[in-house]
């Protein structure tokens, strides 16, 4: 079982930066390889995905609109992946949830689909104002 945690999320002006966090828990995360995600959802909108990357050698995704404003890392001692999110629009206002895949799902392409990821944090909001 795995268990993922969400924190940084908030109230920022437009322009403004974020950076959300991820902590992972649990048994076989250290030894296998997991592919982590960033997805967001929106009133009214579908989940969408954000970002990933794998949890060995580091590969990333990024939705293609985000390029550019949006960097995922992660610290493997920490067991923590984070998303910094620079010059925040009003679109980015959403619900971030991070999930974890037992998988390299980057060899198969299927980074950016919810039904993809086997586990899913609770969430954190981030609202943008301007």
């Known amino acids: 079982q795995v268990h993922l945690a969400e924190s940084g999320g908030g109230l920022v002006q437009s322009g403004g930066s974020l950076r959300l966090s991820c902590a992972v828990s649990?048994?076989?995360?250290?030894?296998?390889?997991?592919?982590i995600g960033w997805f967001r959802q929106a009133p009214g909108k579908e989940r969408e995905g954000v970002s990933g990357?794998?949890?060995?050698?580091?590969?990333?995704y990024y939705k293609d609109s985000l390029k550019g404003r949006f960097t995922i890392s992660r610290d493997n001692a920490k067991n923590t992946v984070y998303l910094q999110m620079n010059s925040l629009e009003s679109d980015d206002a959403a619900v971030y949830y991070c999930?974890?895949?037992?998988?390299?799902?980057?060899?198969?392409?299927?980074?950016?689909?919810?039904?993809?990821?086997?586990?899913w944090g609770q969430g954190t909001q981030v609202t943008v104002s301007s």
């Open positions: 990357i794998g949890s060995d050698d580091g590969r990333t």
């Open positions: 649990g048994s076989g995360f250290t030894s296998d390889y997991y592919t």
């Open positions: 999930a974890a895949a037992r998988a390299n799902l980057f060899a198969y392409g299927t980074m950016e689909h919810p039904w993809a990821y086997d586990y």
